[in-house]
């Protein structure tokens, strides 16, 4: 494996954690809790934030040997990370057009990275 592959599954392992930590925060969100501090400082949120900087971290590796023209284009592997964990831990549809476009996203980031 190549330097700049290594570097792109960097760049792609810390958008994952992040969109994992998304659904983790969205699990938190659907909880009551007793006051609004309780609501931001608990277990989940501190540990989804924890991992943001995690994945701000991965980022910032990642740049120092990809393109800064192909962050963006692996950043949206965010869109099929959410729409698969959301699928898997909140039981949401991925509907016909979504699938369409996460099929989109995924052609446009394998055509990017040839």
Not at 5 to 15: E, H, R
Not at 27 to 42: F, G, H, T, V
């Amino acid at each position: 494996m190549n330097e700049k592959a290594l570097f792109m599954l960097i760049f792609i392992f810390g958008v994952f954690i992040s969109s994992a930590s998304q659904i983790l925060l969205k699990k938190s969100a659907d909880k009551e809790y007793p006051n609004k501090i309780r609501e931001y400082l608990n277990p989940r949120v501190i540990f989804a934030y924890t991992v943001f900087f995690a994945a701000t971290l991965c980022s910032i590796t990642a740049y120092k040997k990809i393109p800064l023209s192909l962050g963006p284009i692996l950043e949206s592997s965010g869109y099929v990370f959410v729409a698969v964990l959301s699928y898997l831990f909140l039981k949401e549809k991925i509907s016909k057009k979504k699938m369409l476009g996460l099929s989109v996203i995924i052609i446009g980031i394998i055509i990017y990275s040839i």
